[in-house]
């Protein structure tokens, strides 16, 4: 009916009151929308709240919707137990939208204050608990699944894996207790829980969830597809691969997703896929494909204007350098790397650096170089909260430098082990390798 304009029939229905609601929804508004520019840029905006608030409703979606950012900034200011307290007794502040901004909040706030998010998250949780009978029951269940699914995301960022399984444990519980069987809201449950698996290193479990998130986005239905949420899948399956080692089949995903992604609507995952591209490139020796990659990506990343991530992408620089036999340059970037992290006191990731200048100075010979660099690492270390493993490395890294015995394989081999043990606060804990 969008081609062409209301019968006359229709038309008599509409004027005396007659025509059916659903007939008004199937042919009026696409009529409007086809035909007025106005009522076209109204109903995208419609459409745009319905998926930021996640109601089937339009009326809830705009009326609750609208007023959700006022109802953040009335709680916003208040210490966190008294947030607690007035989301559980004012009735207010217990609704749907405030429950899904507070959740959009949670992941925004992972990269940078993780123990904010789990805060958010929290918060998210109490109002999906305290929802009445204004709201369907089973979409309600989806919804605190989705709040129990962030707030997991959350706590496990901040290395709290057990409190984090256990918040899986009730996303799927209320999964269950729902009967839409909505697959987008069990996709986006899965897709959470996949990052926790990674990060236990469960990688088998990780890319099981994955590749079920990814045939949920890639198929038939229209109004569950999602070719950027798949693309999202992949770019998560990639990371995963990398961290098994699997690095020829990243960059095979990697390339398979890039042209799913969308920039408009996530420029810092196109980010996150180019960068990684570029870390397994140089991984897999391909240091000229990984070069060609950085003027575009470092476009990208001074548009978004995130400090960390300039200075991860500094830091693979000098890696790709490094591997084109390009000393100076591979110096200065990792030399920058590391000063820049001492000053943000993200000590434990500086002495990563100090390791790529490592096997930097093993490969050319510079024996004093080496030993100057094991002295400065040593404190560095030492302020940090690290396992036994980590600092038995390092001590092995200090011995060898000491006895002039440190060659290049071996300090490979240490950067490795420590990567492993990184604590979880660190940068790459963080990192644009692994979105949400």
């Avoid at 990371?239 to 020829?248: D, K, R």
Wanted: hydrophobic fraction near 45%; proline fraction near 3%.
């Amino acid at each position: 009916m969008e081609d062409r304009h209301l019968s006359l029939v229709t038309l008599a229905r509409l004027a005396t009151g007659r025509i059916e609601i659903e007939e008004i929804r199937q042919l009026l508004i696409p009529h409007l929308v086809s035909v007025c520019a106005g009522c076209r840029e109204i109903h995208g905006e419609l459409q745009r709240l319905k998926q930021e608030v996640g109601h089937w409703d339009e009326l809830v979606v705009v009326l609750e919707g609208l007023d959700a950012p006022d109802l953040w900034h009335r709680l916003q200011p208040m210490p966190y137990d008294q947030q607690l307290r007035q989301v559980e007794e004012d009735g207010e502040l217990q609704t749907w939208a405030l429950c899904r901004l507070l959740l959009r909040k949670s992941l925004e706030a992972i990269f940078h204050r993780p123990d904010l998010a789990v805060q958010l998250a929290y918060l998210a949780v109490k109002i999906a608990v305290h929802l009445g009978d204004a709201y369907n029951r089973d979409w309600v269940m989806d919804l605190r699944a989705l709040a129990f699914a962030y707030l997991g995301n959350a706590r496990k960022v901040l290395g709290e894996l057990k409190s984090a399984d256990d918040a899986f444990y009730e996303a799927h519980s209320h999964l269950r207790r729902s009967g839409t069987g909505n697959p987008r809201v069990e996709a986006e449950v899965l897709d959470l829980e996949a990052s926790l698996r990674q990060t236990e290193r469960r990688f088998g479990e990780a890319l099981e969830l994955l590749d079920r998130v990814f045939a949920t986005y890639t198929g038939d239905d229209p109004e569950i597809s999602d070719l950027h949420l798949a693309g999202q899948a992949l770019v998560k399956r990639a990371y995963t691969l990398e961290q098994m080692g699997e690095v020829e089949q990243a960059i095979s995903t990697l390339r398979e997703a890039a042209p799913m992604i969308s920039e408009e609507r996530d420029p810092r995952l196109l980010l996150c896929l180019k960068h990684n591209l570029i870390m397994v490139l140089a991984a897999a020796g391909l240091h000229q494909d990984a070069s060609a990659m950085l003027p575009e990506v470092k476009d990208l990343a001074n548009r978004l204007g995130n400090e960390l991530d300039l200075l991860r992408l500094r830091w693979v620089e000098g890696r790709v350098a490094l591997g084109l036999g390009m000393r100076g340059p591979a110096e200065q970037a990792f030399k920058e790397v590391q000063r820049d992290l001492l000053n943000r006191d993200m000590g434990y990731d500086a002495a990563l650096a100090s390791l790529d200048l490592a096997i930097l100075y093993a490969q050319e010979g510079c024996i004093s170089e080496l030993k100057q660099l094991a002295l400065d690492i040593l404190p560095v270390f030492s302020s940090q909260e690290v396992h036994r493993e980590a600092m038995a490395a390092l001590l092995l890294f200090q011995h060898a430098c000491e006895e002039e015995r440190l060659t290049v394989e071996l300090a490979r081999q240490l950067a490795s082990l420590l990567e492993r043990e990184r604590p979880r606060g660190s940068m790459a804990r963080r990192d644009s390798a692994e979105p949400g």
